[in-house]
């Protein structure tokens, strides 16, 4: 069973030579984040995803999650690896240091964030949620909940969930029916009961912190009617300890096609006459703060689909270079070969590398974008940020998982039939890649906030100046001499242009005829990813050409494969933009023709 190793080259070319890690560094409160010290916890997160995550992921996913009359067990080595990645500070990486966190950069526990999820998807998930719940309750919590909660959910002595979903309520929040009675001492009640709820239950620690969408006795109807409480695990005494047990049970966990040993629970809410909460912020604004955590959560997913693309990567360059199979095309009577010698393999692997680097780079950008939104002295230089980041939010969550499952598939197709048997470690990586365009929002979700929100409504300011901005890099592209140059720019330029073309469609189209729009909302957004990955590639590849002249003669292989690597992504994956943006542009009167009772 191959075993993860993160591939710091790239990380760190993409964090210095894309992402600006210098401008980053310069921010207030990154003063003292040197490089030194960036390569040195990538460095140390590297070695405990390879040696204490990596080696759980194969066995967490055959043993799972077991429930067993209300109380959940990990799996074997789950709690164990979970008191040392406590104890290693990781969970405090990125939280504020008023509350015990390092308040590193974005980009930079984006990257370390990467490595969890690639090590062992189902284990990341835990810390994931737990970061979500701290983003609410810095930004929304009283002070005394603040005080009660943070500082143990920062050292990761205790976990957060986030309770959205019901068995009537999935994606339609409107219909949420969780109820909360106030109480004369100001805390409330909570009855409910919330499915698909992401360790709401588990061995690792003494408490959960629940975060749960419920309604008042006077809420009016809909999403806004909807306040969000939280409600532990145990109460928390004056002093700090441990009290009562509280009324949230755990009464099942789920049964799934992946991430076995992340468990999934259905938790009940007042089966014994309440659970007590306290109300988060003010009364009927519980959607606007979860979506704080939404936010987080889909940008981490997003990381999941980057993640899991690099893990099946890696398993299938390791799997092509091993495995002996036929002779080497177009060599008569030549001795047999490593499959990675055939040419449609290539193609399979130069597809997995081509777009699990063009992920990587959009969203580290994305990354280090929300740290100058949050940090930059300059209020306009923050807004500008800010919108970069809620354009691409969606794209990194929808695009980037989507991908996943068409990599992660590939990697399995290099393995021939050995990838459709479970013990060669190939087709884990798909069924956990399976969920990520689910869960946090489907890929239409994302594409209708995308094409609804983030263009229609602001009549495409912002994307406007993003593809500007890739056009500034097309005339870069240009400017060079060489044929791989010249193709990238073709290429980029056209997909560009389709991008602009549906652009233009969704403003003269959505206000009018929104079934017309959404129709095509999924292809633009994977449309929208794939130009974007192609902008960040040919920046990748103009910066390569540039470190390659500076190397002398014979060049160094990392950059020339940068170059090699972006004029395959435009030849193999930007060439799509023109089938899609058809299909977005004319698609919807062949989607929407049918009769209900004629399909």
């Known amino acids: 069973m191959s075993q993860y190793t993160a591939p710091l080259r790239d990380m760190q070319f993409v964090m210095q030579e894309l992402a600006g890690l210098d401008q980053v560094q310069q921010l207030p409160g990154c003063e003292e984040v040197s490089s030194d010290l960036v390569d040195a916890i990538l460095d140390e997160a590297n070695k405990f995803a390879s040696e204490i995550l990596s080696p759980l992921n194969w066995t967490g996913d055959q043993e799972g999650a077991s429930w067993d009359g209300g109380n959940v067990c990990t799996a074997s080595g789950w709690k164990e690896a979970y008191t040392q990645f406590t104890a290693a500070g990781w969970p405090a990486i990125a939280a504020d240091p008023d509350f015990g966190g390092q308040g590193l950069p974005k980009l930079l526990s984006t990257a370390v964030m990467e490595m969890w999820k690639s090590s062992n998807m189902a284990f990341s998930l835990c810390p994931m949620l737990t970061t979500g719940a701290i983003e609410a309750l810095m930004l929304r919590g009283s002070d005394e909940q603040k005080a009660m909660y943070l500082p143990r959910m920062v050292s990761g002595e205790w976990t957060g969930t986030m309770n959205l979903t019901e068995p009537q309520a999935g994606s339609d929040l409107a219909a949420v029916r969780t109820r909360a009675e106030p109480q004369a001492d100001g805390t409330y009640l909570i009855s409910g009961q919330k499915i698909f709820i992401t360790y709401g239950e588990h061995d690792l620690t ?21 306040s969000l409480f939280v409600v532990p695990k145990f109460l928390v005494n004056a002093d700090g300890s441990l009290g009562a047990r509280n009324d949230v049970h755990c009464v099942s966990i789920e049964h799934k096609l992946g991430i076995h040993a992340s468990p999934t629970c259905v938790l009940a809410f007042g089966d014994k006459g309440g659970a007590i909460g306290t109300l988060i912020g003010e009364p009927n604004r519980g959607l606007e703060y979860m979506f704080i955590m939404m936010n987080e959560a889909r940008f981490a997913v997003g990381m999941e689909g980057l993640a899991l693309s690099e893990r099946a990567y890696q398993k299938a360059l390791g799997y092509a270079r091993d495995r002996i199979q036929g002779t080497e095309m177009g060599v008569r009577g030549g001795p047999k070969v490593s499959i990675i010698h055939h040419p449609d393999v290539r193609r399979m692997l130069m597809l997995m590398k081509s777009q699990t680097e063009a992920m990587r780079a959009l969203a580290y950008v994305v990354g280090a974008a929300t740290d100058m939104a949050h940090r930059h002295a300059d209020a306009d230089v923050r807004a500008h940020n800010q919108a970069f980041v809620d354009l691409m939010i969606p794209v990194v969550k929808g695009w980037s998982t989507e991908n996943s499952i068409d990599v992660a598939s590939l990697g399995v197709q290099v393995h021939g039939g050995m990838g459709f048997i479970e013990e060669t470690g190939a087709a884990q990586h798909l069924r956990d890649a399976r969920i990520t365009t689910i869960y946090e929002g489907t890929t239409a979700i994302q594409a209708n906030d995308l094409i609804g929100r983030k263009i229609a409504r602001e009549g495409g300011a912002t ?8 056009r500034e890099v097309v005339a870069q592209l240009k400017a060079q001499a060489s044929d791989d140059f010249q193709a990238i720019a073709k290429s980029l330029d056209s997909g560009i242009g389709a991008v602009e073309t549906c652009v233009e469609y969704i403003l003269a189209t959505y206000g009018g005829d929104i079934k017309a729009a959404s129709v095509g909302s999924v292809p633009f957004l994977k449309l929208l990813g794939i130009v974007a990955g192609g902008w960040q590639m040919g920046r990748a590849a103009l910066i390569a050409s540039q470190r390659l002249g500076a190397a002398g003669e014979g060049g160094d292989r990392f950059y020339s494969a940068k170059i090699v690597t972006a004029r395959f992504y435009a030849d193999h994956v930007i060439s799509q933009a023109s089938g899609l943006a058809y299909t977005i542009v004319n698609g919807a009167p062949g989607a929407l023709a049918l009769a209900d009772e004629q399909f």
Do not use: C, F, Q, S
């Open 206 to 226: 003494d408490n959960i912190i629940h975060l749960v969408l419920a309604r008042l006795p006077d809420a009016p109807e809909g999403v806004k009617g909807i």
């Open 463 to 470: 994307i406007r100046t993003v593809l500007a901005e890739m």
